[in-house]
């Protein structure tokens, strides 16, 4: 019985490593993110090039979003629930990524533990697959980490 628990206790511990694991295609990410992304947000990197999108706007620049803080573009006008995970310092990982593009403002509820918290983003990404998709090819283009 020991050795089910320390061996159940390991799996534990190592799950979130697996987690971090891109589960998406990238290539299939690009397709999704020029369907449900591309009216609101563009992908620019510091050297002024666009990378995916048009001139939008409405939502933050998504450059480098894989891996960074949450809200960390510059004077973009996040609302106040991003700003509260900003200063936790809360990180864009796929499964962070995954539920807020899934569910917005449930996420952000979730996260900041208050039932008012509301974010800018109404639009929803139908699936799990469709989103881990887009995440994927948001890192092919650009980690924070690079």
């Not at 090819?137 to 980690?143: I, K």
Request: charged share 20%; glycine share 8%; aromatic share 8%.
């Amino acid at each position: 019985m020991k050795k089910l628990t320390l061996a159940a206790g390991l799996a534990l511990l190592a799950a979130p490593a697996f987690a971090e694991e891109l589960s998406g295609d990238a290539a299939a990410g690009g397709e999704q993110f020029n369907r449900q992304c591309v009216a609101c947000h563009v992908v620019v990197n510091d050297a002024g090039e666009t990378l995916a999108g048009r001139n939008a706007q409405v939502g933050p620049n998504l450059y480098q979003v894989v891996d960074n803080v949450m809200a960390h573009v510059e004077g973009f006008d996040y609302s106040d629930a991003f700003a509260t995970l900003n200063e936790q310092g809360e990180v864009w990982t796929q499964e962070a990524f995954i539920a807020y593009v899934m569910d917005p403002t449930g996420f952000l509820r979730e996260q900041t533990g208050d039932r008012r918290a509301r974010g800018r983003m109404a639009f929803q990404v139908r699936s799990a697959d469709q989103a881990a998709d887009i995440y994927a090819f948001l890192a092919s283009l650009g980690t924070a980490e690079d």
